[in-house]
C-alpha cells in the first residue's frame, strides 16, 4: 500500500471525546482517494460511487501524525476499485481500513465513460511518459 497523505490532528478536528472525528477523517479519505484515482484514470472528472464497510481499529489522538494509504485494487471499464489504510505515522497501527471504495471516471457529458486503464501508473511512470512525449 502507498501512503500519499499525513495528516496532522489538530484540536478542530476532534470529536467531544478527544479524539479524532469520524467524519473529518471520512472527508480526508474521499479527497485523497478521489485524487488518486484522479491521477490514475488521468482525468478530473471522476465520482464516488461506493464506499463498503468503514472499520475504525483504534483512536486518533490530537498531534497524533496520521497517514492515508490507498492502492488500486481492480480497473473496470469506467471505474476503478480503490482500498484504504489509516494509520498511525509513528507508531504504524492502524486506525481505520475500507475494503472498497469505487470511483466512476465520467466524460465531459458527465455519464459514466471508459477509461482505458488497466493497471496501476506511478509516478516514475507518468514522468518518463511525459518526457517521451515531448
Known amino acids: 500500500m502507498n501512503f500519499?497523505?499525513?495528516k496532522w490532528v489538530k484540536p478542530e478536528d476532534l470529536n467531544p471525546n478527544g479524539?479524532?472525528?469520524g467524519g473529518s477523517l471520512l472527508r480526508w479519505i474521499?479527497?485523497?482517494a478521489a485524487?488518486?484515482?484522479i491521477v490514475q484514470l488521468g482525468n478530473q472528472r471522476v465520482v464516488t460511487k461506493y464506499i463498503s464497510e468503514i472499520n475504525f481499529v483504534?483512536?486518533?489522538r490530537q498531534g497524533d501524525i496520521i497517514e492515508l494509504g490507498?492502492?488500486?485494487t481492480e480497473f473496470g471499464r469506467t471505474s476503478i476499485t480503490l482500498t484504504c489504510e489509516v494509520r498511525n505515522k509513528i507508531t504504524?497501527?492502524?486506525i481505520l481500513t475500507v475494503e472498497k471504495m469505487v470511483?466512476?471516471?465520467l466524460g465531459e457529458d458527465g455519464l459514466p465513460a471508459p477509461h482505458g486503464r488497466t493497471e496501476i501508473k506511478y509516478v516514475k511512470d507518468q514522468f518518463q511518459d511525459d518526457l517521451a512525449s515531448e
Request: aromatic share 12%; hydrophobic share 40%; charged share 25%.
Open 103 to 105: 470511483f466512476v471516471n
Open 4 to 6: 500519499h497523505t499525513r
Open 70 to 72: 490507498i492502492t488500486a
Open 58 to 60: 483504534s483512536a486518533s
Open 19 to 21: 479524539t479524532l472525528f
Open 92 to 94: 504504524r497501527k492502524s
Open 35 to 37: 485524487i488518486y484515482a
Open 30 to 32: 474521499d479527497e485523497e
